[in-house]
């Protein structure tokens, strides 16, 4: 069955300081993994797309990493900001059928605390 | 640009009435989703549409339906309501299907709540 599972459920760090999300799949076939960031009582907004052959991209002091080989992503956060606070969301797409697939995460709810 | 903006924001809906979602993008997408969100669960997909004219069921499409007469619009439908749809409902828009590398946006939610 494709599942995607993140890690942890919640976290809280301090402002200023890193921290680093994970994402678990079991897709296939696997088309492009997708991080998102959903700001309470808004929708989800695009931080990165990464296809099987990216290992790395990065958008601002966000940094998301991909092992295609171990089926894992994270997402690093550098030098958090209170505006950080947020659930991120890991979707994996899989190449099934004409339109392909969106399989998402439950999310990781951030919060960053002064 | 105003992107996807989904009407209305909030809705209180009584057992069996009925009402519609409207979903509007002005980036001129093919593709238009609608999903609902509850706690717990990560989004799942209602019904989807790869432009103009067509439609098709998503993951947990019974109790809705669902129309896309011209592009920048995607209307879902509640005919009978029940408890079990008070939810969160996503609009989102994408300019190519998953399998492309093509970020979906989404519209900032419709909250229903059914008494």
């Known amino acids: 069955k494709n599942q995607v599972e993140q890690s942890p459920q919640s976290l809280i760090i301090l402002e200023g300081k890193n921290c680093t999300l994970q994402?678990?799949?079991?897709?296939?076939?696997?088309?492009?993994l997708r991080w998102y960031k959903q700001d309470t009582g808004r929708g989800p907004v695009s931080l990165t797309i990464m296809t099987f052959s990216e290992n790395t991209k990065s958008n601002g002091r966000y940094t998301a990493t991909l092992d295609a080989d171990t089926k894992q992503s994270s997402l690093h956060i550098t030098a958090s900001q209170l505006s950080d606070s947020a659930s991120y969301i890991c979707?994996?797409?899989?190449?099934?059928?004409?339109?392909?697939?969106?399989?998402f995460g439950k999310g990781t709810k951030l919060s960053v605390k002064p | 640009n105003a992107g996807v903006t989904q009407t209305p924001k909030f809705r209180v809906l009584k057992t069996g009435q009925s009402m519609t979602l409207l979903c509007a993008q002005d980036?001129?997408?093919?593709?238009m989703y609608w999903y609902r969100q509850d706690p717990g669960m990560g989004l799942r997909l209602i019904h989807y549409?790869?432009?103009?004219?067509?439609?098709a069921k998503g993951e947990v499409p019974d109790g809705y339906n669902v129309s896309r007469l011209k592009k920048q619009n995607f209307l879902l439908g509640l005919e009978s309501a029940a408890p079990s749809q008070t939810s969160v409902y996503f609009c989102?828009?994408?300019?190519?299907?998953?399998?492309?590398?093509?970020?979906?946006?989404f519209g900032n939610g419709t909250r229903l709540t059914v008494t």
């Open positions: 989102a828009s994408g300019l190519f299907g998953p399998a492309y590398n093509s970020p979906l946006h």
């Open positions: 549409s790869v432009g103009e004219g067509t439609t």
């Open positions: 980036m001129n997408h093919e593709y």
């Open positions: 979707v994996v797409s899989a190449n099934i059928g004409s339109q392909g697939n969106l399989i």
């Open positions: 994402c678990n799949y079991t897709v296939s076939p696997f088309s492009n």
